[in-house]
């Protein structure tokens, strides 16, 4: 296998972290909105949980974005 059709094999692979980060923050969201409309009175306490959640994850996808670009374009 040619070493460029590797690279660019994995920065696809390590681009799917960021697909995989979308779904978690989609999942998020749905389920503090589930949580929310059962329980209105306990959706303010949980909205700072929801948002540090948020963040980490989109942290990771942005990290898994780096690795992509960086196989593609610094290696």
């Given at each position: 296998m ?18 995989a980060?979308a ?5 998020l969201f ?7 409309l059962?329980?209105p009175s ?11 959640g948020f963040a980490?994850?989109?942290?990771l996808?942005i990290?898994?974005?780096?690795i ?8």
């Amino acid at each position: 296998m040619d070493p460029a059709s590797a690279k660019f094999i994995g920065a696809g692979l390590a681009a799917i972290g960021t697909g995989a980060a979308a779904i978690g923050v989609g999942n998020l969201f749905g389920q503090f909105l589930q949580g929310a409309l059962r329980n209105p009175s306990a959706a303010d306490g949980q909205f700072g949980r929801l948002i540090f959640g948020f963040a980490v994850t989109e942290a990771l996808g942005i990290f898994a974005l780096l690795i992509a670009f960086l196989l593609m374009f610094a290696l």
